[in-house]
Structure formats: structure tokens, C-alpha cells
């Protein structure tokens, strides 16, 4: 079965160092988003990304965060000066379709530690 | 803007019972999908069960099934004759259809142990 997959799986960062999560979603999909969870806590939509371009942001994902799609295949998350409260796990998600009974197809996660 | 709550931090079923878990939704969005994910201790999301908010029946996976009422907003799923491996932190997700990118909203989720 596809899956999505992500690296690393874990990353730990010093505070105010630059971090690329990388993700790489199921083939034919078309909706990519990346969420994170803080521990013990809900997990919180970042960004959504379709036809090449950012279509939705929450307020969590201020200028300090970007993401690419840089070559048709991986689905990167850059944060550029990581903060103590950045420590999370971040999800990538994919989906063929937006709507419908399409599920989004969750990434194994990157645990990100800021130290 | 959409809210899903789960008031349920957590929950206890002793193994081959059923357990449901609750969730309630809040949407001015006339469509919407509703889903329930899996969260094992090791971390990943397990997509269990979707509901659409125009399906006339309630969906069902195996042994999961989603009370869907839509008056009342709520999307309660039910595990029948659980078992150990179904031990996880739950979560309800809600996605507003109407335009957009279609992200998805969670709860807080609930935790169910089984026990033996």
C-alpha cells in the first residue's frame, strides 16, 4: 500500500538553528499539508499546499516558517530560527482529492526537539 | 470557524466490550466531512472512518461505526468487541467541503485503554 514518508524521524536543534523537514508524499496526490502536535496536546493544521502554490495558512505558520515542492516529489517544511516552543511532532498529509470520502494520508512524523 | 470537542480525556473498556467516544462538531458549513484517526504510542495517525455530512446512513469500518447526528452535531464513534491493540489515543477530525484547502480540524482526542 502507498504511504507517505517523512525524515527524519528525529531531529534535534539548537535554538535559533535553521530545520528542514522533509516529506514525501503518496505519488498521485494532490493536496499536501503539514500539522504539528505539540506533546500530550491536539494536532494543529500549518499549511496547506496545492497546485504548486501555499492555499491556506494558520496564524501558527508565521514568516519564520516556509515550505517547497521542489521537485514534484519531496514536500519540504523549513523552519528558519527555531524557537523552544517549535519543539513538536510535525505530520506531512497528502490527498488525492480535497473533498469527498478521500481520507488524508498521514506521515510516520518528524519529532523535532529545540534545545 | 470549525470546533470539534471530545470531552473525554479518557476512557476504560475491558476487552471484547463495546466503547463509544464522543465528539461534538461546530460548523456553519452546510458540507463537511467527519472523520475519526488512531494514534497508537508510537505515534502515526491511522485514518479509521469517514462521514460525510449528506450521508443519509451511518458509516461503519469493520469494527468501527460512526453515530452520526446531525442535529445534534455529534459524530460518536463506537469500537465493538475491543481489543488490546485498539489501546490509543483517539481523535475526531472535522474538514469544512465548501471551498478551501480542505485541512483538517481535531479534537483534543480521548484515550482508551483496554483492559484485559
Known amino acids: 500500500e502507498p504511504e507517505v514518508t517523512q525524515t527524519p524521524s528525529h531531529q534535534v536543534t539548537q535554538m535559533g538553528q535553521e530545520v528542514i523537514l522533509r516529506c514525501v508524499p503518496i505519488?498521485?496526490?494532490?493536496?499536501f499539508y503539514w500539522y504539528r502536535q505539540i506533546l500530550g496536546q491536539k494536532v494543529e493544521f500549518l499549511v496547506s499546499?496545492?497546485?504548486?502554490?501555499?492555499?491556506?495558512k494558520s496564524e501558527i505558520f508565521d514568516d519564520q516558517f516556509s515550505v517547497e515542492r521542489p521537485d514534484g516529489s519531496n514536500f519540504t517544511l523549513k523552519i528558519r530560527s527555531t524557537k523552544l516552543e517549535d519543539s513538536a511532532m510535525y505530520f506531512c498529509?497528502?490527498?488525492?482529492?480535497?473533498?469527498?470520502?478521500?481520507?488524508?494520508?498521514f506521515g510516520p512524523g518528524t519529532r523535532l526537539t529545540v534545545t | 470557524a470549525q470546533k470539534i470537542t471530545q470531552t473525554q480525556p479518557g476512557m476504560f473498556v475491558q476487552e471484547k466490550e463495546a466503547v463509544t467516544l464522543d465528539c461534538t462538531y461546530d460548523?456553519?458549513?452546510?458540507?463537511?466531512?467527519l472523520f475519526w484517526y488512531k494514534q497508537p504510542s508510537s505515534g502515526e495517525m491511522i485514518f479509521l472512518i469517514y462521514?460525510?455530512?449528506?450521508?443519509?446512513q451511518n458509516a461503519t469500518e469493520g469494527r468501527y461505526s460512526l453515530n452520526f447526528q446531525k442535529a445534534r452535531k455529534s459524530a460518536n464513534l463506537v469500537i465493538s468487541a475491543s481489543q488490546l491493540g485498539d489501546s490509543a489515543m483517539y481523535f475526531c477530525?472535522?474538514?469544512?467541503?465548501?471551498?478551501?484547502?480542505?485541512?483538517?480540524?481535531f479534537g483534543k482526542g480521548t484515550k482508551l485503554s483496554v483492559i484485559p
Open positions: 498529509a497528502s490527498t488525492y482529492e480535497g473533498r469527498g470520502s478521500y481520507e488524508q494520508y
Open positions: 462521514q460525510g455530512s449528506y450521508d443519509q
Open positions: 477530525a472535522m474538514r469544512r467541503d465548501g471551498a478551501g484547502s480542505y485541512q483538517l480540524t
Open positions: 505519488s498521485n496526490h494532490l493536496y
Open positions: 460548523t456553519s458549513d452546510p458540507s463537511y466531512g
Open positions: 499546499f496545492y497546485n504548486n502554490e501555499i492555499s491556506e
